[in-house]
């Protein structure tokens, strides 16, 4: 009897030491950041691959939308806001407007700048989005 009991607490030893190895695996790998997406990069990687592109203070960035080439983020600043301050600061930054397509033109809640340099072309895309507005910044490479 002694025997059995001995043989019974080895069991239950077993099974509470497995149900615990199952648990901290699913417990652990929960907590371990997975890797990062190769084509996502870093917020600030890609804010510093752009110091020639105009982007407001407040704002949001979205992360999905960031690569070498572009930007986007939401803000709660009016879109005629947006639209002066892309004037204002691309000029500053030596960018040339080339052309602005806007509600009037295009349908739908949306403005497009499209900025010259050189050897770039820049285009910031506005979008109404309910109370936040959204933009979309691309630049494009000149050969």
């Not at 901290?24 to 997406?37: D, E, N, Q, T, Y």
């Not at 890609?46 to 960035?61: G, M």
């Not at 204002?88 to 295009?106: C, F, S, T, V």
Request: charge should be positive.
């Amino acid at each position: 009897m002694k025997r059995f009991g001995i043989i019974l607490f080895r069991r239950c030893l077993f099974r509470s030491g497995l149900f615990l190895i199952v648990f901290l695996s699913f417990f652990l790998g929960a907590c371990i950041k997975s890797p990062r997406v190769k084509h996502m990069i870093d917020v600030h990687e890609c804010e510093a691959r752009l110091s020639d592109i105009a982007i407001p203070i407040k704002r949001v960035p979205i992360k999905k939308l960031l690569s070498e080439y572009s930007y986007a983020y939401t803000t709660a600043e009016s879109i005629e806001w947006l639209i002066d301050f892309y004037q204002r600061e691309m000029e500053r930054l030596g960018w040339e407007l080339n052309g602005k397509i806007d509600g009037q033109d295009y349908p739908g809640n949306e403005v497009t700048l499209v900025f010259n340099k050189p050897h770039k072309l820049t285009v910031v895309s506005i979008r109404q989005n309910g109370r936040k507005k959204s933009v979309h910044i691309a630049i494009i490479q000149k050969k």
